[in-house]
């Protein structure tokens, strides 16, 4: 089983929803969500914002935190994250972001070039259905 797969199966058992903010993987997360059977039990959609103007304009990212830290950063992929779930309606959602190459954002080797978020749901699951 693929890690889509199980992603999505956990959802189902769940009975929760999950929606993508791609920038970095322009996509890929959501195809590879979508190539599994039944899919559409879980998996709402996605927005891929590949522009940092849509990371501000179509998913809510704090302006001030994308001009000073720019769009590769944890905090805008929790924002990305956050944002998709609440104008999806999803009860979950993950965001990538990052630097796509062949140049580093900094000449530092240290700093993380990618950065992946999950916002979990707002409110508080049913009992029995956040874990096994």
Do not use: H, N
Not at 4 to 10: I, K
Not at 86 to 97: E, K, M, P, Q, V
Request: with cysteine; net charge neutral; aromatic share 4%.
């Amino acid at each position: 089983m693929t890690e889509a797969a199980r992603v999505l199966t956990l959802l189902a058992e769940r009975d929760q929803t999950l929606a993508a903010a791609e920038s970095l993987t322009g996509g890929l997360v959501a195809a590879e969500l979508t190539g599994v059977p039944g899919a559409s039990v879980s998996f709402l959609g996605s927005v891929t914002a590949y522009a940092t103007t849509l990371k501000r304009e179509l998913l809510g990212v704090d302006g001030a935190l994308l001009a000073e830290r720019g769009a590769v950063d944890p905090e805008v992929a929790l924002q990305m994250a956050a944002g998709v779930r609440d104008r999806l309606g999803a009860d979950w959602g993950i965001s990538t972001t990052g630097v796509a190459g062949p140049a580093r954002r900094t000449a530092s080797p240290s700093e993380p070039s990618t950065w992946r978020s999950p916002a979990p749901p707002r409110r508080a699951p049913a009992p029995g259905k956040w874990c096994r």
